[in-house]
């Protein structure tokens, strides 16, 4: 029951009552949706539409006739539906289970990692000056990861996490300016409002993200993909970030390796400015 007394039904059960007030496109999106559970709790809305062969408007049409506020509400209510009717592994497997999916998340990023994309990423910011990384909630301190190990390089790097100021900071941004956008669903609203703003002024964009087809990428000039896609239940979790620290350091290490003899020295540096913190 919610706030107001009213009961809350499965996604599934909310479709089927409503499903004789679906238009053609309706029962597209639905007849999608019944056979591919599992899977499309993991979409972008991109995809979604892709795969329905529909348009994004459509598809957030059809999730507000259901009441529910877009696509992210309705992956978030479905998945609790699937993971109530799933049986739990016990908790006796769980240190091998979370080392599997630790392994698997970097394996599979491995994968996908495009090499010239990426080769094309360390060029950028190689020649870059004006650096900003847009990160919200749990990709924010993937952002402030990156600020570290690309100030360890030589590189002087702003994070914005907050997206009142990452409007702000895209809104004076320039064809001078590099933007990193972290996103593991490549479909947070403020994030992607920033990055149009920056791109439209003519800012590079990067994007770091599990999702190629994606709100977000719309507006990148380059995109590195990472692997683990994340459950609706499970955000923020330290599976994730390991994919997106896995696409960091791949680009981190691949500037190091660019610039070996001053990253040497500003370690040097670093180094030795940092030793007096030390007892």
């Known amino acids: 029951?919610?706030?107001?007394?009213?009961?809350?039904?499965?996604?599934?059960?909310?479709?089927?009552?409503?499903?004789?007030?679906?238009?053609k496109s309706d029962l597209?999106?639905?007849?999608?949706?019944?056979?591919?559970?599992?899977?499309?709790?993991y979409y972008s809305l991109t995809e979604m539409s892709d795969a329905c062969d529909v348009a994004?408007?459509?598809?957030?049409?059809?999730?507000?006739?259901?009441?529910?506020?877009?696509?992210?509400?309705?992956?978030?209510?479905?998945?609790?539906?699937?993971?109530?009717?799933?049986e739990i592994e016990g908790e006796q497997n769980s240190i091998e289970r979370i080392k599997h999916h630790m392994i698997q998340a970097i394996?599979?990023?491995?994968?996908?990692?495009?090499?010239?994309?990426?080769?094309?990423?360390v060029d950028r910011l190689d020649e870059a000056h004006d650096i900003v990384i847009f990160g919200i909630g749990a990709?924010?301190?993937?952002?402030?990861?990156?600020?570290?190990?690309?100030?360890?390089?030589?590189?002087?790097v702003q994070v914005v996490t907050d997206s009142h100021f990452q409007i702000m900071r895209a809104t004076t941004s320039s064809s001078e300016?590099?933007?990193?956008?972290?996103?593991?669903?490549?479909?947070?609203?403020?994030?992607?409002?920033?990055v149009k703003i920056a791109s439209e002024n003519g800012a590079t964009v990067i994007t770091?993200?599990?999702?190629?087809?994606?709100?977000?990428?719309?507006?990148?000039?380059?995109?590195?993909?990472?692997?683990?896609?994340?459950?609706?239940?499970d955000s923020g979790s330290l599976i994730a970030k390991i994919s997106q620290l896995y696409t960091i350091d791949l680009i981190?290490?691949?500037?190091?390796?660019?610039?070996?003899?001053?990253?040497k020295i500003v370690k040097m540096k670093i180094s030795e400015n940092a030793s007096g913190k030390l007892y």
């Open 1 to 23: 029951m919610n706030k107001v007394g009213k009961k809350i039904l499965k996604p599934t059960l909310v479709m089927m009552q409503k499903r004789s007030e679906f238009t």
């Open 28 to 41: 597209k999106i639905y007849n999608y949706i019944i056979n591919h559970k599992e899977s499309i709790i």
């Open 56 to 86: 994004e408007a459509t598809i957030l049409r059809f999730f507000k006739k259901l009441e529910y506020k877009g696509f992210q509400d309705f992956k978030f209510m479905l998945a609790q539906e699937i993971s109530n009717s799933t």
């Open 107 to 121: 394996e599979d990023s491995a994968q996908v990692a495009d090499e010239a994309v990426l080769e094309n990423i």
């Open 139 to 156: 990709s924010g301190i993937a952002a402030m990861d990156m600020q570290n190990r690309l100030m360890r390089v030589g590189k002087q």
């Open 177 to 194: 300016t590099v933007v990193v956008a972290i996103s593991l669903t490549g479909s947070t609203r403020d994030i992607v409002d920033s």
């Open 208 to 233: 770091l993200t599990n999702h190629e087809k994606s709100p977000l990428t719309k507006y990148a000039d380059y995109v590195l993909l990472s692997a683990y896609k994340e459950h609706p239940l």
């Open 252 to 263: 981190c290490t691949g500037l190091a390796m660019k610039n070996m003899e001053q990253s």
